[in-house]
């Protein structure tokens, strides 16, 4: 069982290039999230589906774009990357759980992105 | 203000010895809290959640939520060096959305 895979997990781009981050989850969740972790910053959200055929923006999604492809999968586009980009980026996946319904997180791997 | 916040450390303490991590949030109506535990270069893994005021336990590690002070924090008992990382306090305001406010993570240290 894999949970949530992340690819690529490192990549250095050049200031203007373009490029996908594809997640992919096995646990059948209903929603998908990608955060960015930077220091100090703690993880911001930049945009999530709640469900497969939505997406909404999060906190942080000015130079983003997303793509819900099915239950399965989240894609992160960065179509003219900027310096401010570099950061460690985060697919997660969840599910309520208890009696709360909380949705509780989990996490990829990670991929750590490099504009130069 | 800051919504969710934590001290970033680092704390030590020996091993053996009870680790307090500490969070502090902004939203009085938040209603789930969560702690995840990040090793370094890896990503965040869930070790507990609690929902309700008082104390939850699992293993080593008891969760301890306060609404009305606004205040949630996390005991690991008997800390070891393998518990050595960062701890995420995570806060979803209202239950059913999927807004989660993270800390920055308070880095732990626990010394052999």
């Known amino acids: 069982n894999a949970g949530v895979t992340q690819t690529p997990k490192f990549q250095v781009l050049k200031t203007g290039q373009s490029m996908t981050l594809q997640c992919a989850q096995d646990m059948n969740h209903n929603s998908m999230y990608w955060y960015r972790q930077d220091p100090g910053m703690g993880l911001r959200l930049i945009y999530y589906?709640?469900?497969?055929?939505?997406?909404d923006k999060g906190e942080v999604p000015n130079g983003y774009n997303v793509s819900r492809l099915n239950k399965r999968e989240f894609s992160l586009r960065l179509e003219s990357a900027a310096p401010s980009q570099t950061s460690v980026y985060f697919c997660?996946?969840?599910?309520?759980?208890?009696?709360?319904?909380?949705?509780?997180?989990?996490f990829g791997a990670g991929s750590r992105l490099t504009v130069l | 203000q800051k919504e969710v916040e934590q001290n970033s450390g680092p704390l030590s303490v020996p091993e053996g010895a009870i680790a307090s991590l500490n969070c502090t949030y902004s939203?009085?109506?938040?209603?789930?809290f969560f702690w995840y535990r990040q090793y370094s270069g890896k990503s965040p893994e869930l070790i507990m959640s609690i929902y309700s005021n008082g104390d939850k336990e699992d293993g080593r590690f008891t969760a301890q939520l306060n609404k009305a002070s606004q205040y949630v924090s996390l005991l690991i008992r008997d800390s070891q060096p393998s518990d050595s990382a960062t701890y995420l306090c995570?806060?979803?305001?209202?239950?059913?959305?999927?807004?989660?406010?993270f800390g920055t993570g308070t880095r732990l240290k626990v010394l052999a």
């Open positions: 939203d009085r109506v938040s209603q789930s």
């Open positions: 589906s709640a469900s497969e055929g939505t997406t």
């Open positions: 995570a806060v979803n305001p209202r239950s059913g959305t999927y807004k989660y406010i």
């Open positions: 997660a996946s969840s599910e309520p759980a208890g009696v709360s319904g909380a949705n509780v997180l989990t």
